[in-house]
């Protein structure tokens, strides 16, 4: 079988199954209709029937960062190649393992504005690791190879593979086998960091008085929460996690400080730019994390760990660069440290946990906040994240979209696993959370698997709903309803004297439970503090049902802390009348 | 700070695009840059001069060889090397500057229009073009630089 000859589609199909694809996601049109009939004369691949092409893309990327496995898509040319640029952007920015089948009109026809031609591999080329336009159909084996290999090692990130329709032909067959390995000469992803470095940072590391472990995306991607934890457990140095490296280390472990950045707690903050070591570990100090990079933590020295060599001393200077997959650097760099009997400043070190447990007692997040109750009657946007904590034990798969429930959901819901926490982080793409939960669910179509979103971003691809009938997909929708784009309200807010340009609806938002049941779901709505834990107890235990759960919520709620920009790391607001300088 | 890189990339459709690309992308300066097929047929080599300070010179040469098309990637400014610009004039007969070209210069000669070219690096084609303004040549193509390296470093994937 492996064998026979094939058309271009049935090798590609056939390909996609040898690299261990179970599923993708795509949207059928004249281009890539060719592999669809493949599709439909195998049992290898499942294909998901997405509404919106950039529906596909998250949903594969979602399945992406939450197996760690590579997620596929399916595209037709012109617009629906258009329509998964979004998605491309978001998979590229948060370094997640795609591949993007984007089917191509007629090798012969390219260049001559034929109908629903787009040059997606020139449209597509700056938010791509790689792409492929197929030259003729005997290279598609190869090139999947190429694509699986380049998403998935060393910095993952998304190939786009154009093929034009004739290279599908199902009346054009060749000798199809499947490349067992590939080698490129030009890409070759460092694993190993360079052992003079690692002692050098661990030179750094013995002499720290007040270190802090900062840790990004890449160690999640890389599969190194556990080489990570054991790291910190050693040193007994805080830690603090980005937006997207969140669970990389257990959320509800006293080491923890909590998110850093723009958002992010007190304590992390005030370790960053107090620190004198700054360890960090596949993070990229992002203009979200050091605000003014030209005061960011001056006191502190820098261990950047990254197996991504052009984001060392990008924007931050590293004094020791050590370019590496995170999963061999930390394990060379703790046995590097084991082999010399550790001698750390113990002292000081427990003096500046103490520090850190202050500041955490100063102004550090209330994850209490069920038990004070309603607010001036009203339901507090991090109670409903509270709730949906205590209700799914801590245990679910969260998406989310972007905006003020994305940070509420990153600094309340503690999150103890590595890609419990889906989210976009780097494109900050509204629209992502119910695409990406549906490809989390599913891959573990066992699990819970909310999506925490807001009625502006869930609005961007609510079409996804049919989908999540048709196949099935009992997601947990936990809309954080404030009648407002929140964050450009509360940009508004602080910047812009209040005047809340275009960031309301004026009366006009659905009837959002009339509007799941439309599509056959649940929905339940919740406007009294009374009723929200009942509510979202039901929520979660209706294990077979998508569930929109929209939540009336505070529409003046703001997040904090919030770093005031232009100023280091310490400058942050606290709350409405409350700052720190 | 002047800077002269050079890469091999493989010659194949689009590569050439993620290089310029890149530079837009990112911000970067290119001021030259020429490309043509090296004797390896699966190869290209590209010589590009960009302004940057060491910080952003370094970014992008990291970011080039991020690029999967791009082989190897060298700073041929960090140590000896050579630079080598081509330039043709077109001048009308009657304005031709004889006294500043050598007759072996001339590469062409007829109706009424003389071309020369001239090598030298960018900085000495800088100064014959403002020396020429009072011979106002009609037309002034230049190549881009080409760089190798003066010591036995080369710019191969032999090695």
Same mark, same amino acid.
């Given at each position: 079988m492996?064998?026979a000859?094939?058309?271009?589609a049935?090798?590609?199909?056939?390909?996609?199954?040898?690299e261990?694809?179970e599923?993708?996601?795509?949207?059928?049109?004249?281009?890539?209709l060719?592999?669809?009939?493949?599709?439909?004369?195998?049992?290898?691949?499942?294909?998901?029937?997405?509404?919106?092409?950039?529906?596909?893309v998250?949903?594969?990327?979602g399945?992406?960062r939450?197996?760690?496995?590579?997620?596929v898509a399916?595209?037709?040319?012109?617009?629906?190649?258009?329509?998964a640029?979004?998605g491309?952007?978001t998979a590229y920015?948060?370094?997640?393992?795609?591949?993007?089948?984007?089917?191509?009109?007629k090798?012969?026809l390219?260049?001559?504005d034929?109908?629903?031609?787009?040059d997606?591999?020139?449209?597509?080329?700056?938010?791509?690791k790689?792409?492929f336009?197929?030259?003729?159909?005997?290279?598609?084996?190869?090139?999947?190879?190429?694509?699986?290999h380049?998403?998935?090692?060393g910095?993952?990130?998304?190939v786009?593979?154009?093929?034009?329709?004739?290279?599908?032909d199902p009346?054009?067959?060749?000798?199809?086998?499947?490349?067992e390995e590939i080698?490129?000469?030009?890409?070759?992803?460092?694993i190993?960091?360079?052992?003079?470095?690692?002692?050098?940072a661990?030179?750094?590391i013995?002499?720290a008085?007040r270190?802090?472990?900062?840790?990004?995306g890449?160690?999640?991607?890389?599969?190194?929460?556990?080489?990570?934890?054991?790291?910190a457990?050693?040193?007994?140095?805080p830690?603090?996690?980005?937006?997207?490296g969140?669970g990389a280390?257990?959320?509800?472990?006293?080491?923890?400080?909590g998110?850093?950045?723009?958002h992010?707690?007190?304590q992390?903050?005030?370790?960053?730019?107090?620190?004198?070591l700054?360890i960090?570990?596949?993070?990229?100090?992002?203009?979200?994390?050091?605000?003014?990079?030209?005061?960011?933590?001056?006191?502190a020295?820098?261990?950047h760990?990254?197996v991504?060599?052009?984001?060392?001393s990008k924007i931050?200077h590293?004094d020791?660069p050590?370019?590496?997959?995170?999963?061999d650097?930390?394990s060379?760099?703790?046995?590097?440290?084991?082999?010399r009997?550790?001698?750390?400043?113990?002292e000081?070190?427990?003096?500046w946990n103490k520090?850190?447990?202050?500041?955490?007692?100063?102004?550090?997040l209330n994850h209490?906040l069920?038990?004070?109750?309603p607010?001036?009657?009203?339901?507090l946007?991090?109670q409903?994240?509270?709730?949906?904590?205590?209700e799914?034990e801590?245990?679910?798969?969260i998406?989310?979209?972007?905006?003020?429930?994305?940070?509420?959901a990153?600094?309340y819901y503690?999150?103890?696993?590595?890609?419990?926490w889906?989210?976009s982080?780097?494109?900050?793409?509204?629209?992502?959370?119910?695409?990406?939960?549906?490809?989390?669910q599913?891959a573990?179509?066992?699990s819970?698997?909310?999506?925490?979103?807001g009625?502006g971003?869930?609005?961007?691809?609510?079409?996804?709903?049919?989908?999540?009938?048709q196949?099935?997909?009992?997601i947990?929708?936990?809309?954080l309803?404030?009648?407002?784009?929140?964050?450009?309200?509360?940009?508004q807010?602080?910047?812009?004297?209040?005047?809340?340009?275009?960031?309301?609806?004026?009366?006009?938002?659905?009837?959002?439970?009339?509007l799941?049941?439309?599509y056959?779901?649940?929905?339940?709505k919740?406007?009294k503090f009374?009723?929200?834990e009942?509510?979202?107890?039901?929520?979660?235990?209706?294990?077979n049902?998508?569930?929109?759960?929209?939540?009336?919520?505070?529409?003046?709620?703001?997040?904090?802390?919030?770093?005031e920009?232009?100023?280091?790391?310490?400058?942050?607001?606290?709350?409405?009348d409350?700052?720190?300088? | 700070?002047?800077?002269?890189?050079?890469?091999?990339m493989e010659?194949?459709?689009g590569a050439?695009?993620?290089?310029v690309?890149?530079f837009?992308?990112?911000?970067?300066?290119?001021?030259?840059l020429?490309?043509a097929?090296t004797?390896?047929p699966?190869?290209?080599?590209l010589?590009?001069?960009?302004?940057?300070?060491?910080k952003?010179?370094?970014?992008?040469?990291k970011?080039?060889?991020? $690029?999967?098309?791009?082989?190897?990637?060298?700073? &041929?400014s960090? %140590?000896?090397? +050579? =630079?080598k610009?081509?330039?043709? #004039?077109?001048?009308?007969?009657?304005s031709?500057?004889?006294?500043?070209?050598?007759e072996?210069?001339?590469?062409?000669n007829?109706?009424?229009?003389?071309?020369?070219q001239?090598v030298?690096?960018? $900085?000495?084609?800088d100064?014959?073009?403002?020396? &020429?303004d009072? %011979?106002?040549? +009609? =037309?002034?193509?230049?190549?881009? #630089?080409l760089?190798?390296?003066?010591?036995?470093?080369i710019?191969s994937?032999?090695?």
């Amino acid at each position: 079988m492996d064998n026979a000859k094939k058309s271009g589609a049935e090798a590609l199909i056939h390909s996609l199954h040898l690299e261990g694809v179970e599923l993708m996601f795509g949207y059928p049109g004249g281009a890539a209709l060719h592999i669809y009939d493949a599709i439909f004369n195998q049992n290898y691949v499942d294909h998901i029937l997405v509404r919106h092409e950039q529906g596909a893309v998250h949903a594969a990327d979602g399945y992406a960062r939450a197996t760690g496995k590579p997620g596929v898509a399916l595209v037709t040319s012109g617009p629906g190649a258009t329509n998964a640029i979004t998605g491309l952007a978001t998979a590229y920015m948060d370094s997640t393992p795609i591949v993007v089948i984007s089917g191509q009109v007629k090798s012969g026809l390219i260049g001559t504005d034929s109908f629903q031609e787009t040059d997606m591999i020139g449209v597509s080329r700056p938010i791509v690791k790689h792409s492929f336009l197929v030259q003729k159909a005997e290279e598609i084996p190869e090139i999947i190879k190429k694509a699986f290999h380049i998403a998935t090692t060393g910095r993952p990130g998304p190939v786009v593979i154009d093929i034009p329709k004739d290279f599908t032909d199902p009346d054009y067959k060749f000798d199809y086998s499947y490349p067992e390995e590939i080698k490129m000469r030009s890409y070759n992803p460092p694993i190993k960091g360079d052992p003079k470095r690692i002692s050098e940072a661990a030179d750094l590391i013995e002499s720290a008085q007040r270190p802090v472990i900062y840790s990004g995306g890449g160690v999640i991607q890389n599969d190194a929460s556990a080489e990570l934890t054991e790291f910190a457990k050693l040193l007994n140095f805080p830690v603090t996690n980005t937006l997207m490296g969140l669970g990389a280390f257990p959320g509800s472990d006293p080491q923890f400080m909590g998110m850093l950045g723009m958002h992010g707690t007190y304590q992390a903050n005030m370790a960053m730019h107090n620190a004198d070591l700054i360890i960090a570990i596949g993070a990229r100090f992002d203009d979200r994390i050091t605000n003014d990079p030209k005061q960011f933590a001056l006191g502190a020295k820098k261990i950047h760990i990254d197996v991504d060599a052009a984001s060392v001393s990008k924007i931050i200077h590293a004094d020791v660069p050590i370019v590496g997959s995170a999963k061999d650097c930390i394990s060379s760099l703790i046995q590097e440290l084991k082999s010399r009997d550790l001698k750390l400043n113990t002292e000081a070190i427990s003096a500046w946990n103490k520090q850190v447990d202050d500041w955490r007692e100063e102004h550090g997040l209330n994850h209490s906040l069920l038990e004070l109750g309603p607010k001036d009657g009203k339901i507090l946007p991090q109670q409903v994240v509270q709730s949906l904590y205590k209700e799914t034990e801590g245990q679910a798969f969260i998406t989310s979209d972007v905006g003020q429930h994305q940070m509420f959901a990153a600094q309340y819901y503690h999150f103890d696993k590595p890609r419990q926490w889906i989210n976009s982080g780097g494109l900050g793409t509204m629209g992502f959370g119910l695409p990406s939960a549906m490809g989390v669910q599913l891959a573990y179509p066992e699990s819970t698997v909310a999506c925490v979103t807001g009625e502006g971003s869930i609005q961007m691809c609510i079409q996804e709903l049919s989908t999540c009938l048709q196949y099935g997909l009992p997601i947990k929708i936990i809309n954080l309803n404030n009648a407002a784009l929140g964050m450009v309200k509360q940009w508004q807010d602080m910047q812009y004297g209040g005047r809340h340009s275009s960031s309301t609806y004026e009366n006009s938002l659905p009837d959002f439970i009339a509007l799941a049941e439309s599509y056959g779901h649940v929905g339940i709505k919740v406007s009294k503090f009374e009723d929200l834990e009942a509510a979202m107890k039901e929520c979660v235990s209706l294990k077979n049902k998508l569930v929109f759960l929209d939540v009336d919520v505070d529409p003046n709620e703001h997040v904090y802390p919030m770093l005031e920009a232009g100023n280091a790391m310490d400058y942050m607001w606290l709350a409405k009348d409350k700052k720190t300088w | 700070m002047k800077r002269v890189i050079a890469l091999l990339m493989e010659n194949q459709p689009g590569a050439l695009s993620r290089v310029v690309g890149l530079f837009s992308q990112r911000g970067y300066n290119i001021e030259t840059l020429v490309v043509a097929p090296t004797t390896d047929p699966t190869l290209s080599r590209l010589t590009m001069s960009t302004e940057g300070d060491e910080k952003v010179v370094e970014q992008i040469t990291k970011q080039l060889n991020k $690029l999967i098309d791009v082989v190897m990637v060298s700073d &041929l400014s960090d %140590s000896q090397h +050579i =630079e080598k610009e081509l330039m043709l #004039v077109k001048f009308t007969e009657d304005s031709f500057p004889k006294e500043t070209f050598e007759e072996s210069s001339i590469v062409s000669n007829s109706d009424g229009v003389i071309n020369v070219q001239v090598v030298g690096t960018s $900085l000495e084609l800088d100064e014959l073009i403002t020396t &020429l303004d009072s %011979s106002k040549p +009609i =037309e002034i193509v230049r190549s881009g #630089v080409l760089g190798i390296s003066s010591n036995k470093d080369i710019l191969s994937i032999e090695n």
